[in-house]
């Protein structure tokens, strides 16, 4: 992520949107996986206006990536100046004009909620992408466990403070 030099600002009024927002309503069907989620359309309604009543805008453009890759930026900027960026760089499913749009409103859609910090679609803690890929066997971490590096897991021991020891 990419920021202005002070985001104080900017993060004040974040803080107050973050306050104010429901989550995007779920009204759209998905029939291939027989499943609702938020669109774009739902993930603005839910922001739109108290990003403006506090000062804050979005700006999301695009460009073609390497390897059949879009690339959707995400800025959020304050009306001080302050700004943050994302960007998300996507697969091209196909590459025709329906392939590009699908990936740009995609994007569109988890850049702006990410930014903002709006809950949209259900949290399936990533089970629907790991079945894909032959990994739904994997052992869920335990809560006082983190990766340390490929499948090796190490407890986690809280230090005061807020630090945290890898054993």
């Known amino acids: 992520m990419k920021k202005s030099e002070s985001i104080c600002e900017l993060a004040k009024a974040l803080a107050k949107v973050q306050a ?3 989550p995007a309503k779920r009204d759209s069907t998905n029939p291939y996986f027989n499943s609702t989620y938020a669109d774009l359309s739902s993930v ?5 206006e108290t990003l403006s009543k506090n000062g804050l805008c979005i700006i999301q453009g695009n460009s073609v990536g390497a390897e059949k890759t879009l ?11 302050q700004w943050v960026q994302s960007e998300l760089c996507l697969p091209l ?8 749009g699908s ?11 990410a930014i903002v910090g709006i809950v949209a679609d259900a949290d399936d803690d990533g089970n629907a ?11 869920p971490m335990r809560p006082n466990e983190r990766p340390v ?8 021991n809280p230090l005061p403070h807020g630090s945290i020891s890898v054993s």
Do not use: F
């Not at 603005?44 to 739109?48: G, N």
């Not at 690339?71 to 100046?81: A, D, F, P, Q, R």
């Not at 499913?93 to 590009?100: E, L, Y």
């Open 93 to 100: 499913s196909k590459a025709d004009p329906q392939g590009v």
């Open 44 to 48: 603005w309604e839910s922001c739109r």
């Open 103 to 113: 990936a740009m409103t995609y994007g569109r859609r988890y850049g702006l909620a």
């Open 149 to 156: 590096n490929g499948n090796h897991r190490s407890p986690v």
């Open 129 to 139: 992408a790991s079945a894909k890929h032959g990994n739904a066997n994997v052992r």
């Open 20 to 22: 104010s927002l429901v």
């Open 71 to 81: 690339i959707v930026e995400t800025i959020l900027i304050h009306e001080s100046g």
